[in-house]
């Protein structure tokens, strides 16, 4: 096994993005909703609850601090996770804060393996109270 | 409804995956990699199958665990993504609940979830705790 986490690799740990904004939209919970076959009325109309996994449509427009491109041979998601103060609904105006909070490698049966976790916080802009928050694991894979 | 420790909770089958569903999801998501609506680009990585997205398969779960205990009362979900899922496979959710808990009074419910396809293979697992009052 190689320590794959180089010096440059390990200073992303800390490395934050944002606060930016998000506007929840009702169609574009309708349209989120409808992607996943997902039809319960609750998430139609101008009153609409985005489903759980909705913050994944919160992308941020420039590039945001991830491993370099050319970094291990495979890109993949391992886990995810949301925790909700109250469900996010039509109308919230949300800042959105991501953080890198840690790196690390496993030895898997494929070769190395280097996860890194990104912290999420959604913050109501009109009150200031936390919505809820993320945790987005992805790995890169340096195959043997 | 009254939910119990040990209680299975009854399955759901979603529709297999068409390719509009994948350029939809990719639409409403933002989540552009064309491994999972452009055919050639897949072959030329190794796969057979255009691939669903990994976030669609936990949404099928949330929705799931929605329709267990409704729309806005999920406290926390978390998944591991297990392995792929290919286009055209129907996948069925099922879970169980492991505990009644409190938080703050007010009482929840913490299940394990599952998803796996028609082969049974388990493509995206893992735990949910929804209000249940």
Known sequence: ?144 | MKFQKNQVMPDYTKKAITKVQLVKYAGASGDFNPLHFDEEFAQKRGLKKLIAHGMLSMGFLSEYAESIFGVGKIKKIHVNFKSMVFIGEEITCYGIINSIDFYNNREFASCSIEAKNKEGNIVTSGLVEAWSK
């Open chain 1, 1 to 144: 096994m190689r320590n794959r986490i180089t010096a440059e690799i390990s200073s992303l740990v800390g490395k934050k993005y944002g606060p930016f904004k998000v506007f929840i939209e009702s169609g574009a919970i309708e349209k989120f909703a409808d992607a996943i076959g997902d039809e319960n009325p609750s998430h139609q109309g101008q009153n609409a609850i985005a489903p759980p996994t909705f913050p994944t449509t919160f992308r941020p427009k420039e590039p945001f601090p991830d491993f370099p491109e050319n970094y291990g041979d495979v890109g993949l998601h391992a886990s995810q996770t949301y925790e909700y103060k109250r469900p996010i609904v039509a109308g919230d105006k949300i800042d959105v804060t991501m953080t890198i909070s840690n790196i690390y490698q496993k030895d898997g049966k494929s070769g190395e393996l280097v996860f890194m976790e990104r912290d999420y916080s959604f913050i109501d802009s009109k009150t200031n109270k936390k919505i809820g928050s993320a945790k987005w694991v992805t790995l890169r894979r340096f195959n043997k």
